[in-house]
């Protein structure tokens, strides 16, 4: 018996991704990415990729995350790597994100893996977009 979601329960999901970029974004999370891997992966509907400066960083980051959604009720259903803060992998069920050194991340290239995967851009990816000048926001 295959399982689909309903499209309610989809829109919902997408209204509330820009949620969990606002919250990497909040210890200025780097060169982010929001990938749709919904038919792609059981795994996960969205993962969102980020990069930090150092280890230090991506630890931050994580714990921002974790503290912001919290306030919103959502809690994570495992947190990988925050020790060693080279790739920190956040768990929330539908939504995987994944914190890693830059170095790190131009390794294992999720983007390339997933290369199949629809790129997402949010409000507040939009609005940062804005700030910065950029004029044109790559979306697919």
Not at 25 to 39: C, P
Request: glycine share 6%.
């Amino acid at each position: 018996m295959t399982l689909r979601k309903s499209n309610q329960v989809m829109q919902d999901l997408d209204k509330r991704i820009d949620l969990y970029v606002k919250a990497v974004s909040g210890k200025k999370a780097a060169n982010v990415v929001v990938l749709d891997v919904r038919g792609l992966t059981s795994v996960a509907d969205i993962f969102i990729i980020c990069s930090a400066l150092s280890n230090r960083q991506a630890t931050a980051i994580s714990d921002f995350v974790e503290r912001y959604l919290k306030s919103f009720g959502i809690k994570p259903l495992s947190i990988e790597g925050k020790n060693d803060g080279l790739w920190v992998l956040l768990d929330y069920g539908e939504v995987v994100i994944h914190v890693f050194c830059e170095t790190v991340r131009k390794f294992y290239d999720l983007e390339g893996l997933w290369s199949d995967a629809k790129r997402m851009t949010t409000e507040s990816m939009m609005e940062k977009a804005k700030k910065a000048g950029v004029l044109e926001v790559y979306v697919e």
